[in-house]
């Protein structure tokens, strides 16, 4: 922060330096307006300056840059130290003019020798003057506010400094020029601004709009060309303060600016030509904003150098150096080239524009009077506050305009603001409607304001009721509001509002109070208001269909736990049918004396405590985490014969499985699978049918096929697995969904299949759950 108010401070200095030099050069400019004049300008040099009009006698009689003025009336042109070798030449002038001489006698050192001349004394016509003194002035000053502009945006942007130094310094050599050739109180600063301004230029055209890889690879470039600009101006002024000319220094001098002006308009149209995209768009602006200027002043300085007037190339020049800092600095913000990421304040930049209009008016209005006659300080009297005050009126005779004949300008932002806030408050439709005729009956006196809704299924049927249909394109581009068709009287508005190609409302307006005319402000914020009206129904519509699907999903939502919890018990009735229907053939045999062996007893614990954890997993509605241990397959075949042992009556299971084959699986889950498959082949083998199981060994783990010796499945096999699926008449349909379940949580696939007249579910497991000896699960 402190860097920062620093460089403010310099700023302020700088700025208000610049601003007391043109102060001081305006006032001596102002006592050279209609001031007599010889006919041609002198440099302090005394050499005969290519700026004038070709009108001028001086011009007319032959007299080019260099010639050199060696005496004038007798007067001798010499070099003394702290005198400029041009005093003599002023002194005679203003010598010649109180005595009322009407001549001047002088003589001249041009290319072809010596030559006398007499020069008549004639005013200073006021086009001459506005044209190189107040037009130089007004251009300087332009510049000026250009710099203060570029420092206050971006202080410490390096293209901002580069461009205030540049628009400074050449503010000060504008300052300077006219000054230089005639009362030369500013001569020092011109040289100095002479010697710098080709360097700055050097340095801003490597800086548009970014630096350039020559400068960014050696910033010291930059540093390097202003101290060789300070070296130069130095001599300049050394030079003069010995007594001695500058004409060979300012030589290079002119040679540098003609050069860098070149460079610099070369420089922005090769990086325009290699650019692409949004960089491409930034240097077109800048082309068009700065390089015609300078490729006018450079040929003008061009001309100079070889003694040609370039009087015609400054009736161009001119306009375009008071065009260049405002374009240059519209275009820079446009971009932001500076990086000062700024608001553009509205009215600050109203009030700016209306100072420029305001010193343009008092220009050209002390310009006429000059040019009628008039004298320039009664002029500037007359013009100045006639101008601010035309401004003042114009500024509150269009305000009263915009209140009385177009009151929707005045309400514009107000009205769009309010709407906006109160529909971002509503999501019922019908307060859309109501929010709009509020907005538009609070600024617009009018009978009668309705906003009708069309239904949705209407709007896309393309047509509301009693509403003509309204032909669109489903384009994002179209107007969404637009002029209805003439079916109300002619003082009546009719808007329709559209979203996305739907008509969604119509927006009808009634005769004005008094019989006033519509204005086209009042159409445009109507526009407005229905697109804001059409964004608020569709979000609205909207609205309305996610919070329908929200209730339709809750519902669902119920539905699905519902049908979980009878899904749930039902398989608990499934899976507890089995040890019921075995303990039940355990009391038979026990009330009738039979006694039980150990194998039943220990069966019947294991499915009391297989009962006992699924009473337990009740307590959670997610399924029951696996509890994987390896278990022999022949005993889990085992163990599902032994609790179908009252359904196989005196059949048995044709087991085929090796006695060394291991499963890692949930005992419980994996018998579960064996007693619903075998029981439902058991169903639909019959009485006489058979069933088995089958172990094989696969390159990919093994296959445990249930099969049986029935017709088939019957019923829609792609539906085999799903709840409630069954093709029996006293089924429950959820016994190979449990089963498919409990497949699929170990991880392993099943299939049916028909082949060699048996129906077969194949059971695939992987090969990290099989095992083939014991010796493996030791392992």
Not at 182 to 196: D, E, G, K, Q
Not at 297 to 306: H, R, T
Not at 568 to 576: G, K, N, Y
Request: glycine content about 8%.
């Amino acid at each position: 922060m402190p860097a920062i108010a620093n460089r403010r401070w310099l700023l302020a200095a700088v700025v208000l330096a610049a601003l007391v030099l043109g102060g001081f050069g305006m006032r001596n400019a102002l006592r050279w307006y209609e001031r007599p004049f010889p006919g041609v300008l002198v440099d302090p040099d005394g050499v005969v300056s290519s700026i004038g009009l070709p009108s001028w006698e001086g011009f007319q009689k032959g007299l080019r840059f260099p010639d050199r003025i060696v005496e004038v009336n007798g007067w001798r042109l010499e070099s003394t130290t702290g005198r400029y070798r041009a005093s003599a030449w002023d002194a005679a002038v203003e010598q010649a003019a109180r005595e009322g001489r009407r001549t001047l006698h002088a003589r001249v050192e041009t290319r072809d020798g010596l030559r006398d001349v007499e020069l008549s004394l004639v005013p200073l016509d006021p086009l001459a003057w506005w044209f190189f003194a107040g037009g130089l002035m007004v251009v300087a000053s332009l510049h000026v506010g250009g710099a203060l502009v570029a420092m206050s945006a971006s202080p410490r942007g390096k293209l901002a400094r580069s461009f205030a130094t540049t628009a400074l310094l050449t503010a000060l050599f504008q300052f300077a020029l006219f000054d230089y050739h005639s009362s030369r109180a500013l001569v020092p600063f011109f040289h100095v601004a002479y010697a710098l301004v080709p360097m700055s230029v050097f340095i801003l055209a490597l800086r548009l709009p970014d630096d350039a890889p020559l400068i960014a690879r050696y910033p010291s470039c930059a540093r390097l060309a202003l101290g060789l600009g300070g070296l130069l101006a130095a001599g300049l002024l050394a030079s003069h303060a010995m007594g001695g000319t500058t004409v060979a220094l300012r030589g290079v001098c002119a040679t540098l600016v003609v050069t860098s002006f070149f460079f610099f308009s070369a420089t922005l149209i090769v990086r325009f030509a290699l650019a692409e995209g949004d960089r491409r768009r930034k240097l077109r602006a800048l082309l068009l904003a700065m390089a015609p200027p300078y490729l006018v002043i450079g040929s003008g300085f061009m001309l100079a150098m070889l003694g040609v007037s370039a009087s015609t190339l400054a009736w161009f020049a001119i306009p375009a150096l008071a065009l260049t800092p405002v374009s240059t600095v519209v275009a820079f913000i446009r971009h932001d080239l500076w990086g000062s990421r700024a608001l553009l304040s509205r009215p600050l930049t109203r009030v700016i524009l209306g100072g420029m209009m305001v010193a343009l008016t008092v220009i050209l209005c002390t310009a006429c009077a000059g040019y009628a006659g008039l004298p320039l300080l009664g002029a500037l009297k007359v013009a100045a506050p006639a101008a601010v005050v035309s401004a003042a009126l114009v500024v509150f005779a269009l305000g009263a305009g915009d209140r009385t004949l177009f009151p929707a300008r005045a309400e514009y932002k107000p009205t769009v603001e309010q709407l906006s806030e109160e529909l971002t408050l509503v999501t019922d439709p019908e307060e859309v409607a109501d929010a709009v005729e509020r907005t538009v009956a609070r600024w617009l006196p009018c009978e009668r304001v309705t906003f009708r809704r069309v239904a949705v299924e209407a709007a896309e049927a393309g047509a509301a009721p009693g509403q003509p249909r309204v032909e669109a394109e489903e384009s994002s581009g179209e107007r969404p509001i637009e002029r209805g068709q003439a079916e109300h009287d002619a003082g009546e508005l009719s808007l329709t509002v559209m979203f996305r190609g739907r008509l969604l409302g119509v927006l009808e307006v009634g005769r004005k109070r008094g019989g006033a005319l519509f204005t086209s402000e009042d159409l445009d914020l109507l526009r407005t208001i229905g697109n804001q009206a059409a964004l608020a129904l569709a979000h609205a519509h909207t609205y309305a269909e996610l919070e329908r699907r929200r209730r339709e999903q809750a519902a669902a939502w119920r539905d699905e736990r519902a049908a979980l919890i009878e899904t749930l018990a039902a398989e608990i009735t499934h899976e507890v049918r089995y040890p019921i229907n075995f303990f039940r053939s355990v009391f038979k045999r026990g009330s009738s004396g039979q006694r039980l062996d150990a194998e039943e007893v220990e069966i019947g614990c294991e499915e009391v405590e297989r009962l006992e954890r699924l009473v337990m997993g009740l307590r959670r509605v997610t399924h029951r985490k696996l509890d994987r241990r390896r278990l022999a397959v022949e005993e889990l075949v085992s163990r599902a014969e032994m609790l179908l042992r009252d359904q196989l009556g005196k059949r048995r299971v044709e087991a085929r499985v090796s006695a060394a084959a291991r499963l890692l699986c949930d005992p419980d889950q994996a018998t579960q699978v064996l007693v619903n498959l075998l029981s439902n082949g058991l169903d639909a083998a019959g009485d006489k049918g058979a069933i088995g199981v089958v172990w094989a060994p696969t390159k990919d783990g093994a296959e445990l096929v249930v099969w049986d010796s029935g017709p088939g499945i019957s019923g829609d096999p792609s539906r085999v697995f799903a709840p409630w699926y069954t093709t029996k008449p006293r089924g429950t349909g959820l016994g190979l969904a449990i089963t498919h379940r409990i497949v699929r949580a170990h991880g392993w696939s099943i299939n049916p299949e028909r082949r060699d007249g048996r129906t077969r579910f194949v059971i695939s497991i992987p090969a990290a759950d099989v095992s083939i000896t014991a010796e493996h699960e030791v392992a």
